[in-house]
């Protein structure tokens, strides 16, 4: 069933959260603002740099590699949502009718350029936001970002998002389950009847939550949710936030392709 297969492979980075890396046992507030950070470098590049953006896949790769994080699944991920990318710039082409200069006597039109800037910089971003979450657990990021100083009310229901989203996937996979057993497996849902399903599964999920929402009450729920441990910087956190940076740095302020460039070319001169 496809969507089922789905709701596994959305389940399935909330289940290697809980590894035990070197990655994973990095205090969370730190590969929060190593991510923030990262983020920011990337969406600060000028829109026509395309080989500076490169040196940057250096850190989700070194990321995955370290949390022992399937590269497969991340890119399966990225490819998913990239639609939402290809919508943005498709248009490039056609309104940025200028040409750059990549190259000594090389030109190449601008709209293309800027169009690849835009997949470039949308898949290191959310590559880094799906190996954060690989690897510290959603519930973990959300403390971090109430420890950072977040408004309690932006986390509560950023983490309520998260948590609830498999709650409504297993009542509509049950619901797809009931479907497809009453009909012998009976192909693609009709809009009619996919309209139907639709309002029951609003109608559950209110139901449901009005059910949630009295058990929270019940047992104390005062706008805040109570963390499971208590974090504490060390000096591996220490280190892995002054590394993310200096590499930022490097890569922000250095050309770092030309100088590859210029030591390939002296080697093989």
Same mark, same amino acid.
């Given at each position: &069933?496809?969507?089922?297969?789905?709701?596994?492979?959305?389940?399935?980075?909330?289940?290697?959260?809980?590894?035990?890396?070197?990655?994973?046992?990095?205090?969370?507030?730190?590969?929060?603002?190593?991510?923030?950070?990262?983020?920011? =470098?990337?969406?600060?590049?000028?829109?026509?740099?395309?080989?500076?953006?490169?040196?940057?896949?250096?850190?989700?790769?070194?990321?995955?590699?370290?949390?022992?994080?399937?590269?497969?699944?991340?890119?399966?991920?990225? %490819?998913?949502?990239?639609?939402?990318?290809?919508?943005?710039?498709?248009?490039?082409?056609?309104?940025?009718?200028?040409?750059?200069?990549?190259?000594?006597?090389?030109?190449?039109?601008?709209?293309?350029?800027?169009?690849?800037?835009?997949?470039?910089?949308?898949?290191?971003?959310?590559?880094?936001?799906?190996?954060?979450?690989?690897?510290?657990?959603?519930?973990?990021?959300?403390h971090a970002l109430n420890r950072l100083g977040f408004p309690d009310l932006f986390v509560?229901?950023?983490?309520?998002?998260?948590?609830?989203?498999?709650?409504?996937?297993?009542?509509?996979?049950? &619901?797809?389950?009931?479907?497809?057993?009453?009909?012998?497996?009976?192909?693609r849902i009709p809009l009619r009847l996919f309209a139907r399903l639709a309002g029951e599964?609003?109608?559950? =999920?209110?139901?449901?939550?009005?059910?949630?929402?009295?058990? &929270?009450?019940?047992?104390?729920?005062?706008?805040?949710?109570?963390?499971?441990?208590?974090?504490? &910087?060390?000096?591996?956190?220490?280190?892995?936030?002054? %590394?993310?940076?200096?590499?930022?740095?490097?890569?922000?302020?250095?050309?770092?392709?030309?100088?590859v460039g210029r030591f390939a070319r002296s080697l093989f001169a």
């Amino acid at each position: &069933m496809r969507f089922l297969e789905e709701h596994l492979s959305l389940d399935r980075l909330d289940r290697l959260s809980y590894r035990d890396t070197a990655v994973h046992r990095l205090d969370p507030r730190a590969k929060v603002i190593a991510t923030l950070l990262f983020v920011t =470098t990337v969406v600060s590049f000028p829109k026509y740099d395309i080989l500076s953006l490169l040196p940057l896949f250096l850190f989700p790769v070194l990321f995955a590699v370290l949390g022992d994080i399937p590269g497969g699944l991340i890119a399966r991920k990225v %490819a998913a949502v990239s639609p939402f990318a290809l919508f943005v710039g498709i248009f490039n082409p056609l309104l940025d009718r200028g040409t750059v200069a990549i190259a000594p006597g090389i030109a190449v039109a601008a709209g293309w350029l800027s169009f690849a800037s835009i997949l470039l910089k949308f898949s290191l971003s959310i590559s880094a936001a799906l190996l954060l979450i690989a690897t510290t657990s959603f519930p973990g990021i959300c403390h971090a970002l109430n420890r950072l100083g977040f408004p309690d009310l932006f986390v509560t229901q950023l983490l309520f998002l998260y948590r609830y989203l498999f709650v409504l996937l297993d009542e509509a996979s049950r &619901m797809v389950r009931a479907r497809e057993s009453r009909s012998f497996g009976g192909g693609r849902i009709p809009l009619r009847l996919f309209a139907r399903l639709a309002g029951e599964l609003l109608v559950r =999920t209110v139901e449901r939550a009005e059910r949630i929402h009295g058990a &929270m009450l019940a047992r104390g729920f005062r706008g805040e949710m109570p963390a499971r441990r208590p974090l504490s &910087m060390r000096k591996a956190d220490a280190a892995f936030l002054a %590394a993310t940076v200096a590499l930022l740095l490097v890569v922000r302020f250095l050309p770092v392709p030309e100088t590859v460039g210029r030591f390939a070319r002296s080697l093989f001169a």
